[in-house]
């Protein structure tokens, strides 16, 4: 990884005017594109779930798209003509909105009247079930339906849920990069103690950012991406930039500093911080990779993300930030702030507090390593009681249209009506209202009822509870007009087509909840009769056979990918114990993340300062998002840490020695590193979703256990206990390694 360079720096010119142009182009390209992103799915396409509701979008109009419209009044009751009235005008106005669609009134569905007769809702059902394209058009409904005068009127559904978090995720990133660039100046100014060098890593982080979201918008319109890919992978974008750039800058001006031209020391930073981050960024794309594997769109979503972010911040940490330090040289040091004192890049080891630290730690290893490791899993112990479920409105503010539905819904309604368990039933034969098929129905109907977990059941066989079994075959069985009112004739004419037939369980317990959970698989265990053909999905079904597949998978990528990075260290730092110590310090820090994501979120610790609500839950897809990038990430400061030890250890042979040193020269760099990241994660833990807000505050807990208990702590007890051991290499595998030289 030779730099070349000459007097007149042409190479370095060229690439430099090719990133301006690259830079203005993507820049140009972003104000002009709409964003292509969507909500995107948490199913599995091959689970029976999914299977299942793309069945039932497909053959009934059941699976529409549905916006759910609640009126309250603290007095008035909704039999009231007062109330009727203000409803119906409301109702009215709807006819103006552009998408095709119908309304179910609740004057024609009593059990859309609570039971305090103080609240009501209607349904707008869409004449087509992309909820995207419903999304895109909310601005126009809000417009169109009615404010009623006297009445509180809140509007939801998973239209309205899309649309917030479309516009959250877009104002959440504008704020989160007008929060983390500012303060990321700051404080690379007092990194460097001067100006020119704090702004070459801001420039180069603000092209990688332009680079990495324009070439996401471009996949984004050929790809379904997750709406969140745009926030985690601009935070992670800028993260690792500024990490990378950070490395480079702070070893050029060490080498300046002891006294070689800008050529040599260029030489120098790319041989050695150069391939550092060369090598950390192969282990985070690795990880990162690993979520192409996943079906869920969310995660694939992220994955694709991750693999653009770490690309485009290799390359312009590697090609333009050299080209800039090269074109100024020595003039990096200009615009000091002589008030922050100067920076002691060749201070006395010996004087330095983290190398005495670090000494002091190798003098007592055992006193340090276990209490430590107890802590560490102390920390990591709430993750034994999360409870994973699918985001829905309440990762969402509560001043949010889709959240204040929510939360006033589930004051006056059941909130498992509007996610029911849903059976698609189908004959193999014939139509499924012939005599035998509704007798079946019927009797499976009533069999379900009987469960003490089940709340109601709704079918087209007790769409009127005073009808018996003989009257439903009678009346199905009879060519004449069916004897119902409006509304329980366009349910049938929604769940009922052919030879299928939806089913719908309401539970009486949460979604999420075990017993939901129980249910779903005592209905999957108890089918009806061989010849109907069952499958389940719903919500509830979603989460169930999401959790099996996704963790399942989960399982055999970890093993993958500490195999993959295993190799890479061991070619990286020649030994086969230190790859294995990092692979397994990862997953201590990687155990803390997920318990204070418990302890916090799931929880509801903190939340006043978080300015969130507790959730109850764990997102589902958290866990493996924050692995996978957390792995990775958090092996970059093992990388910088360990490349530098193994410089100390090729020169001295002394283990101690050059872990003391290792961890002196590397200290002030991965701190000040670490502390960009966790300021940009404290930018975007500014987020009003949820689940950005839980992204960045699990990442920044990982970078703050890696750099301060991990690498103070653990990384000199253990590599003490192991001594010379430490650089075991067989020398049979070390003939057939490629050689990677960490030198000048």
Not at 199 to 219: D, K, Q, R
Not at 300 to 305: D, K, M, R, V
Not at 358 to 367: A, E, N
Not at 526 to 544: D, H, P, W
Request: hydrophobic share 45%.
């Amino acid at each position: 990884m030779n730099y070349q360079t000459d007097d007149k720096h042409v190479l370095q010119w060229i690439i430099l005017i090719a990133w301006l142009i690259i830079a203005a182009f993507c820049i140009v390209f972003i104000n002009h594109s709409t964003l292509p992103f969507k909500i995107g799915s948490i199913s599995d396409p091959e689970s029976e779930s999914w299977v299942a509701d793309l069945e039932m979008k497909k053959e009934l109009p059941y699976g529409a798209s549905r916006i759910f419209v609640l009126y309250t009044h603290d007095k008035w009751s909704a039999n009231e003509t007062r109330f009727s009235t203000e409803v119906k005008k409301s109702l009215k106005n709807i006819d103006k909105f552009p998408l095709q669609h119908r309304i179910i009134s609740p004057y024609e569905n009593s059990a859309q009247i609570s039971g305090n007769k103080h609240s009501a809702y209607a349904v707008v059902v869409m004449d087509h079930d992309n909820a995207d394209k419903t999304a895109s058009t909310m601005q126009e409904f809000y417009q169109s339906i009615g404010t009623p005068k006297n009445l509180k009127m809140y509007i939801g559904g998973e239209p309205t849920y899309i649309s917030d978090v479309n516009d959250l995720s877009q104002s959440n990133l504008i704020r989160g990069e007008i929060i983390a660039l500012p303060l990321s100046i700051i404080a690379l100014i007092f990194i460097f103690r001067g100006v020119l060098a704090a702004f070459l890593p801001i420039i180069t982080g603000i092209v990688s950012i332009a680079g990495i979201i324009s070439i996401l918008i471009f996949l984004g319109h050929q790809f379904d991406l997750s709406v969140f890919v745009l926030n985690i992978a601009t935070m992670l974008g800028l993260g690792l930039s500024l990490d990378y750039t950070l490395l480079i800058t702070y070893r050029f001006r060490e080498e300046l500093s002891a006294g070689k031209t800008s050529k040599e020391a260029m030489q120098v930073t790319l041989n050695t911080a150069g391939k550092a981050v060369f090598f950390s960024g192969l282990i985070v794309l690795i990880s990162m990779s690993s979520l192409l594997f996943f079906p869920i769109n969310v995660l694939y979503s992220i994955g694709i993300g991750g693999v653009v972010v770490v690309i485009v911040t290799i390359v312009t940490a590697l090609t333009l930030l050299p080209a800039l330090l090269c074109i100024l040289g020595e003039r990096v040091n200009v615009w000091p702030i002589t008030l922050l004192g100067s920076v002691h890049l060749n201070e006395n080891a010996e004087d330095n507090g983290w190398y005495r630290i670090s000494k002091y730690v190798m003098q007592k290893p055992l006193r340090f390593l276990f209490p430590t490791i107890i802590f560490l899993l102390i920390l990591g112990y709430p993750f034994y009681h999360v409870r994973l479920n699918s985001s829905d409105a309440t990762i969402l503010p509560t001043w949010t249209e889709s959240r204040s539905l929510l939360d006033n819904f589930k004051k006056n309604f059941n909130p498992n009506a509007m996610t029911p368990i849903e059976i698609l039933i189908k004959t193999e034969k014939n139509s499924i209202l012939n005599k035998k098929n509704v007798s079946l129905l019927y009797d499976y109907a009533h069999d379900l009822k009987k469960d003490p977990r089940v709340k109601k059941v709704e079918s087209i066989v007790t769409i009127s509870p005073a009808l018996t079994k003989s009257q439903y075959i009678k009346i199905y069985g009879s060519k004449n007009k069916l004897p119902f009112n409006d509304f329980q004739k366009q349910f049938f004419h929604d769940t009922t087509k052919g030879q299928y037939t939806l089913m719908m369980v309401i539970s009486k317990y949460p979604s999420n909840d075990e017993k939901t959970f129980d249910l779903v698989q005592t209905i999957r265990d108890n089918a009806i009769e061989n010849k109907f053909k069952q499958q389940v999905t719903g919500n509830t079904a979603i989460i169930i056979d999401t959790i099996h597949s996704s963790y399942k998978l989960f399982l055999k990528t970890i093993l993958i990918i500490s195999i993959v990075t295993y190799l890479v260290l061991l070619i990286l730092l020649r030994s086969v114990i230190l790859p294995l110590k990092a692979i397994l310090m990862n997953f201590l820090s990687l155990s803390v993340c997920y318990g204070m994501l418990v302890f916090i979120f799931q929880e509801g610790h903190l939340s006043h300062l978080l300015n969130f609500q507790a959730l109850g839950n764990t997102d589902l897809n958290l866990p493996i998002l924050l692995f996978f990038t957390l792995f990775g990430l958090s092996m970059d400061y093992e990388v910088f840490l360990m490349t530098r030890i193994k410089e100390f250890y090729d020169k001295t042979n002394n283990n101690i020695e050059s872990v003391a040193l290792g961890i002196e020269r590397s200290a002030r760099i991965i701190t000040s590193a670490a502390v960009i990241v966790i300021i940009v994660c404290f930018a975007f833990a500014t987020a009003d979703i949820v689940f950005i807000k839980a992204f960045a505050v699990g990442a920044a807990l990982a970078v703050l256990v890696d750099v301060s208990i991990i690498r103070l702590l653990l990384v000199p007890a253990t590599m003490r206990l192991m001594g010379d051991w430490n650089w075991y290499l067989p020398k049979w595998l070390d003939r057939i390694l490629p050689k990677i030289e960490l030198n000048h």
